[in-house]
């Protein structure tokens, strides 16, 4: 499954990088955005996932958010997630980039993540952002700042920037990398997107796992159709029995 030169390259690598998106969930239970399956079959991405919508129906977002946020608190991270955590442990530097909100990959046990679209679990004030601890919202009473701004979800929206400092350190984990990964992501969003793009332009051995190809799978080293939760584990089942 996986060409002897990945192998090798890996086993000798010191800086890995992985950079996850809704795909590598989906195995747990959490649907993707596109696709078949897709969160946005049901829900149009322009009503929700955008600040003016937000302000012009916030108990429609909220729904949309809670519906989440419940159906999350349900699931645990799969075997996929749990490997990234084997890879933090067994590269001497592991960097794991993600464009979920999910908060799976902490739940795992990963220490060094860079979320790039922010958490679900966290919520901000429109107005001052300050951050408001995790408390049920409740949508028919939705609750405001001391600021008397609106609560909102502390995730990114479209038009809306990235933070920071993760996507500064992200782009500069991608020029370092001898490896890259990219994992369960369609590759369409931007800037998350450019990543595997800057690795490759940067000398890395760019990877991809994916259930389908994607806008990126011409472009990259390797490309390895399936589920990142039989992928993965497999993969690092390779390198650390070949190592013993
Ligand atoms: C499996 C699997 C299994 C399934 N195993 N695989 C440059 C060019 C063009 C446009 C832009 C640009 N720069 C900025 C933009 C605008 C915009 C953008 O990129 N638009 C494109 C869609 C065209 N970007 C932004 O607005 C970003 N901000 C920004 O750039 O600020 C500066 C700026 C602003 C305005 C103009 C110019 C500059 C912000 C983007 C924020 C994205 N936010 C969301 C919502 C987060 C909150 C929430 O979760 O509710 O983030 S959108 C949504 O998409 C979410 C995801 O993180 C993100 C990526 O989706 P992902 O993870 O790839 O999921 P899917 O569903 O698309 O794919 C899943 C994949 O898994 C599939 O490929 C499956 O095959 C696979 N899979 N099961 C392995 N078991
Ligand atoms: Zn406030």
Not at 32 to 43: A, N, S, V, Y
Not at 85 to 96: A, G, I, P, R, S
Not at 124 to 129: E, F, H, K, M
Not at 154 to 178: M, N, Q
Request: aromatic share 10%.
């Amino acid at each position: 499954m996986f060409s002897d030169l990945l192998i090798n390259k890996l086993k000798k690598a010191t800086t890995v990088a992985a950079l996850t998106g809704a795909g590598i969930s989906a195995e747990s239970g959490v649907p993707t955005f596109r696709g078949e399956q897709g969160l946005w079959k049901k829900f149009r991405p322009e009503e929700l996932a955008n600040f003016n919508a937000f302000m012009k129906n916030p108990k429609l977002v909220w729904e949309w958010y809670n519906f989440r946020k419940n159906l999350i608190s349900q699931v645990q991270p799969n075997p996929g997630h749990h490997a990234l955590v084997q890879m933090e442990t067994y590269f001497q530097d592991f960097y794991l980039i993600t464009q979920n909100v999910d908060n799976l990959h902490r739940l795992a046990g990963n220490k060094r993540i860079y979320e790039l679209h922010g958490n679900i679990m966290r919520n901000r004030c429109v107005d001052c952002n300050k951050q408001w601890s995790d408390t049920l919202i409740d949508e028919e009473n939705l609750p405001h700042c001391d600021c008397g701004g609106l609560i909102r979800p502390d995730v990114v929206w479209f038009g809306e920037s990235l933070p920071e400092k993760e996507i500064t350190k992200s782009f500069e984990v991608a020029r370092k990398s001898e490896v890259f990964f990219s994992i369960g992501t369609s590759a369409l969003v931007q800037p998350a997107a450019s990543l595997p793009i800057e690795a490759k332009r940067a000398g890395a051995y760019v990877v991809e796992i994916n259930f389908e190809p994607t806008v990126i799978t011409d472009y990259v080293d390797e490309s390895i159709i399936g589920k990142s939760g039989e992928i993965l584990p497999s993969l690092i089942r390779q390198i650390i029995n070949d190592q013993e």
